[in-house]
């Protein structure tokens, strides 16, 4: 489990949250971003059984959205801009090189160690994989043989034709 001494949580068994927390409901040492103000104060971060609550309610987009903001810890705007590319299935890794800002423009993280690459649980690849298949593709501007649009897979959390998702929108 994770501790203000050690931020590496922990992955063990099937347990959503990692196996973190303090032991007492709180949610001082959980490894996550979402913010969603689901505790009992505005702001605070939600327990480790809010996040399983959530986990467990949310599908599609969301779960996944969700599953890789509370096990990697990633920003919204690192969610927002990261790419297909940046998952390294065989390795279970997630790659952090660019962000989306709140007008959806991709760039660099803010700060140089933002640049980097998390282990992260099967629970989560799994679940990208799942997503990976119904996650919608952006037209490129190419067509096929027939004239069709070729669609094409590029963010992991895009809105529905593909592209960077608002902040509002999450």
Aim: proline share 9%.
């Amino acid at each position: 489990a994770t501790s203000p001494t050690n931020p590496t949580p922990d992955w063990h068994g099937n347990d959503p949250t990692g196996g973190v927390g303090d032991g007492a409901g709180g949610a001082t040492t959980t490894p996550c971003c979402l913010g969603l103000g689901v505790g009992e104060g505005a702001g605070e971060l939600p327990t480790p059984a809010e996040i399983r609550a959530i986990l467990h309610a949310a599908s599609g987009f969301r779960r996944a959205f969700f599953m890789v903001a509370a096990m990697a810890g990633l920003r919204a705007s690192e969610l927002r801009g990261l790419t297909w590319p940046d998952v390294d299935f065989a390795a279970s890794t997630i790659t952090v090189r660019q962000r989306a800002d709140k007008w959806g423009d991709i760039g660099s993280p803010k700060a140089a160690a933002s640049q980097r690459t998390i282990p992260v649980p099967p629970l989560v690849m799994n679940t990208l994989k799942e997503w990976k298949l119904a996650c919608p593709r952006r037209y490129e501007g190419k067509k096929d043989a027939n004239g069709k649009p070729i669609k094409e897979l590029h963010f992991v959390f895009p809105n529905g034709n593909g592209k960077v998702e608002l902040l509002p929108n999450i």
